[in-house]
């Protein structure tokens, strides 16, 4: 079955930089694009970032624009999202996911906090 793990989030100081990692299996990787979607304390989800098959990168969320990137290495059937300077509205759970049989699927999330 799809499994997405995310790992990489934690505690970092406005100005830090974070990479995280979304590892996928159950499914041909390289096929599929990808997405990190965050949700904030209070707020719906967002999408952040996309990147499809053939390594087209798309950014959604404006706030993220020239700090935050994604990538994903097919080899290793990850994808990871770059985030520097952080900013203390960044801090939110940061899902991946993929469309895959036409059911969305997500990872557990991982907790990014930007805070002095």
């Known amino acids: 079955q799809v499994q997405l793990v995310e790992s990489g989030g934690g505690l970092v100081q406005p100005g830090g930089s974070l990479r995280l990692s979304c590892a996928a299996s159950?499914?041909?990787?390289?096929?599929?694009?990808m997405r990190w979607y965050r949700q904030a304390p209070g707020k719906e989800r967002e999408l952040v970032l996309s990147?499809?098959?053939?390594?087209?990168?798309?950014t959604y969320a404006e706030s993220v624009k020239g700090r935050f990137t994604i990538s994903r290495d097919n080899a290793k059937n990850t994808v990871f999202l770059q985030m520097n300077s952080l900013k203390p509205e960044d801090t939110a759970v940061y899902y991946c996911s993929t469309l895959w049989g036409n059911y969305r699927y997500w990872g557990q999330g991982t907790q990014v906090t930007v805070s002095s």
């Open positions: 990147i499809s098959s053939s390594g087209v990168i798309t």
């Open positions: 159950g499914f041909t990787f390289s096929r599929y694009a």
